[in-house]
T-cell receptor, first 112, second 111 residues
Framework: TQLLEQSPQFLSIQEGENLTVYCNSSSVFSSLQWYRQEPGEGPVLLVT?????EVKKLKRLTFQFGDARKDSSLHITAAQPGDTGLYLCAGERSNSGYALNFGKGTSLLVTP | NAGVTQTPKFQVLKTGQSMTLQCAQDMNHNSMYWYRQDPGMGLRLIYY???????DKGEVPNGYNVSRLNKREFSLRLESAAPSQTSVYFC??????????FGPGTRLLVL
C-alpha cells in the first residue's frame, strides 16, 4: 500500500516554465520531507515541513504543507536544466522509529 | 566528512547465493535504516534500527536480515538471494527525528 501518492510521475518542460508537484495521502504525518535524487546517488533532503499550512521557500522552490498535514506541494518557478532530477516526498509517522514512507517520485526533465 | 558509506557499490549474485551489504556512518547518529529502490516504486523501508541494540521490520522485510553491529554500523544480509531482490539498496542514518542522510547506494543484480 502506497501511503503517499505523487503526481505527476513524469514531467518534461522547457527552461523558464513553472511547475508544481503534488504529494497526497489519507494519513496524517508528523512531518513531511522533500528530497531530490540525482542518477547514481542517494536522495538529498531539500526541506522538512512540520506545521499544517506551513510554506517554505528555497530560492525558486516553494514548499507547502496542507492544513491537515496529509498533503504537500512543491512549486518550481522558472525551471532551469539544473533542476532536472527525481523529486521524492516522504512522510514521517509517529511511533515508527522516525522511519519514512516515500512516494514513488516525480521525474523532472528541464530542457534548454 | 564521509557521512554514510556503503559497500560494495555493485554486486552480481546467482540465485541462492548469500551476501551482506555493509553500511557505516560517522555522524554519531542513533537511528539507521535500510531501503530498497525499484523503478516506479520509490524507496521502501526494509528494516530500521532506532538505536544501538534494536532492530525493527519495515514495509518489505521478507528475505532479509539485519545486524546493528555497533552505533556506527548496520548491515543487511540476504541469506538466499532471489531475482526479486534485484534492486538498488540505500542505507540512511539520522539523529532521532532529524534529517536522514543517505549513502550512495549498492546496485544488486540477482541472476
Amino acid at each position: 500500500t502506497q501511503l503517499l501518492e505523487q503526481s505527476p510521475q513524469f514531467l518534461s518542460i522547457q527552461e523558464g516554465e513553472n511547475l508544481t508537484v503534488y504529494c497526497n495521502s489519507s494519513s496524517v504525518f508528523s512531518s513531511l520531507q522533500w528530497y531530490r535524487q540525482e542518477p547514481g546517488e542517494g536522495p538529498v533532503l531539500l526541506v522538512t515541513v512540520v506545521t499544517g499550512g506551513e510554506v517554505k521557500k528555497l530560492k525558486r522552490l516553494t514548499f507547502q504543507f496542507g492544513d491537515a498535514r496529509k498533503d504537500s506541494s512543491l512549486h518550481i518557478t522558472a525551471a532551469q536544466p539544473g533542476d532536472t532530477g527525481l523529486y521524492l516526498c516522504a512522510g514521517e509517522r509517529s511511533n515508527s522509529g522516525y522511519a519514512l514512507n516515500f512516494g514513488k517520485g516525480t521525474s523532472l526533465l528541464v530542457t534548454p | 566528512n564521509a557521512g554514510v558509506t556503503q559497500t560494495p557499490k555493485f554486486q552480481v549474485l546467482k540465485t541462492g547465493q548469500s551476501m551482506t551489504l555493509q553500511c557505516a556512518q560517522d555522524m554519531n547518529h542513533n537511528s539507521m535504516y535500510w531501503y530498497r529502490q525499484d523503478p516506479g516504486m520509490g524507496l521502501r523501508l526494509i528494516y530500521y534500527s532506532a538505536s544501538e541494540g534494536t532492530t525493527d521490520k519495515g514495509e518489505v522485510p521478507n528475505g532479509y536480515n539485519v545486524s546493528r553491529l555497533n552505533k556506527r554500523e548496520f548491515s543487511l544480509r540476504l541469506e538466499s538471494a532471489a531475482p526479486s531482490q534485484t534492486s538498488v539498496y540505500f542505507c540512511a542514518s539520522s539523529a532521532a527525528g532529524e534529517t536522514q542522510y543517505f549513502g550512495p547506494g549498492t546496485r544488486l543484480l540477482v541472476l
